[in-house]
């Protein structure tokens, strides 16, 4: 293990000693509501045990936090919205008369392209991160987005958003029509993080 990826074990051991100390519940009370052993939740505090991403998510769920919580925070700038009227409007081919594609810079390579259609009714409450980095277009309709640790943003047709790996978001149906939604992400580092992820 490197010098940095001790570092980033014994912070993840910190920030869960914090919380469980925030929440009152001694580290065998912890252990036991989370399913694992005492002796594992003392290594994983003390920065002597790299917890698996699943023993992340019974730790955090028996303190009814995020597992993001554990994790360093992303850096300042880790999301952009480009206005639709800020795209770069670019004809595909030289020739007059040539389609015209949208352009907005972002934050990344994009390799994977989705596409959503979300009813009203449609259930897309649930917190979301992903491993890559990722692009969503407003194709119609209007879209609530709610970024962890931000303030909520509103996303209107033509709107871009970019976010970086690791970024924990949600999205919320507005309006009474269908969003359409295209979300482009790019290439995994690691396997995506999930509870409910739109991709």
């Not at 992903?130 to 407003?138: I, K, Q, S, T, Y």
Request: aromatic share 6%.
């Amino acid at each position: 293990m490197t010098p940095e990826e001790h570092d980033r074990v014994a912070r993840v051991g910190r920030a869960v000693r914090v919380a469980r100390r925030e929440a009152g519940l001694s580290a065998r009370t912890l252990a036991a509501r989370a399913g694992i052993s005492q002796a594992f939740l003392s290594q994983v505090e003390r920065g002597l045990n790299v917890p698996s991403l699943a023993s992340l998510y019974k730790i955090a769920d028996a303190l009814e936090c995020s597992p993001s919580y554990f994790l360093d925070a992303p850096p300042d700038g880790e999301v952009l919205v480009v206005r639709a009227e800020r795209r770069r409007a670019r004809p595909v081919t030289g020739s007059p008369g040539a389609p015209i594609m949208w352009m907005a810079q972002g934050n990344g390579t994009i390799p994977e392209v989705y596409q959503y259609v979300i009813g009203p009714g449609d259930d897309i409450s649930g917190w979301f991160r992903r491993a890559d980095d990722l692009v969503l277009v407003l194709v119609s309709g209007c879209l609530g987005v709610q970024v962890r640790g931000r303030d909520p943003l509103v996303l209107d047709v033509g709107d871009c958003l970019f976010a970086s790996a690791g970024t924990e978001m949600q999205w919320e149906h507005r309006g009474v029509d269908d969003v359409r939604v295209v979300l482009c992400v790019g290439t995994p580092g690691v396997q995506a993080v999930t509870r409910s992820s739109p991709a």
